[in-house]
């Protein structure tokens, strides 16, 4: 799939010359793949493969940054974000991680059937005071890249920041984006599913202990259209756990961790891979 507006963009990015008369904090390597650069850091994208958990089929990866290495291992996001100085810094960076993320995304031809996962820092649930989502859909618009494609991933908030949950969420959904939510219990996430309608609910594959519990929430969630994401499912006891609540269930949730695999700069080359 081509973006033209994308690519016209990776080629000024590109060139020595347009960088000299436009200082950015993005730029391309030799391969093609575009680096930022916070205060004294200097970030770029990996990304973690989302597959249905019963054929192994990757439906989505979620961006994660890291730090300039052979190993695509390095910083977290969460760690500069903690120590950025001020709200506006934090909204600064997050930003600048989404649009990373989006670019090096959507440059790889093998992005055409695949969703883009991006976190939301919590920070910036309180940092940004209205119109949530409206600046990065700004930004998708311009490179021409399709936001229909994207989840916002929010991260998990106390009871006391339900109002705040249920109104950043509706802010993403009037911009257009799909979201997903962090929920700790399948009482969580039903209570979630039935607030806030998420696309997709994350829960923890390591403490999915309550078959019967998680089975009654994909039940839920399927019957909305919402899907459950487990996540951190990082051995083959955390994956046979899972077949087990999708056969109480009835229904396959997608699944991702260190299991089935390694967060990678090149997006999955294949749509389909066993899982280990």
């Not at 961006?63 to 120590?83: K, Q, T």
């Not at 709200?87 to 989404?98: I, P, Y």
């Not at 899907?227 to 077949?243: D, P, Q, W």
């Not at 260190?258 to 891979?273: E, F, G, I, S, Y």
Request: charged share 20%; glycine share 6%; with cysteine.
């Amino acid at each position: 799939m081509s973006f033209p507006i994308l690519q016209q963009y990776l080629a000024r990015l590109a060139d020595p010359a347009e960088v000299a008369r436009s200082p950015s904090s993005l730029w391309l390597d030799v391969a093609g793949r575009a680096h930022g650069r916070f205060f004294n850091c200097t970030m770029t994208s990996v990304f973690h493969p989302v597959r249905e958990l019963d054929s192994g089929t990757a439906v989505a990866c979620e961006g994660l940054v890291r730090g300039m290495s052979a190993e695509d291992e390095g910083l977290s996001l969460w760690r500069l974000l903690e120590n950025a100085a001020s709200d506006d810094e934090s909204v600064e960076l997050d930003r600048l991680c989404r649009m990373l993320h989006a670019i090096n995304f959507f440059r790889q031809p093998d992005c055409e059937r695949l969703d883009l996962h991006l976190n939301v820092h919590g920070r910036l649930l309180s940092a940004v005071s209205s119109n949530h989502g409206h600046a990065f859909r700004r930004i998708l618009d311009a490179l021409g890249l399709p936001l229909a494609r994207i989840v916002l991933q929010l991260p998990a908030t106390t009871p006391q920041q339900g109002w705040l949950l249920g109104y950043v969420a509706d802010n993403y959904r009037r911009n257009g984006f799909r979201f997903a939510v962090q929920a700790g219990s399948p009482q969580e996430g039903l209570a979630l599913l039935e607030r806030v309608r998420p696309d997709v609910i994350r829960c923890d594959a390591r403490i999915a202990r309550d078959w019967e519990g998680m089975a009654r929430l994909l039940s839920a969630a399927a019957a909305r259209n919402t899907r459950v994401l487990f996540h951190h499912a990082e051995g083959a006891a955390a994956l046979a756990a899972l077949n087990g609540i999708a056969e109480l269930a009835g229904v396959q949730p997608l699944a991702q961790g260190h299991a089935l695999d390694m967060p990678r700069a090149v997006l999955p080359a294949t749509l389909v891979q066993a899982a280990a």
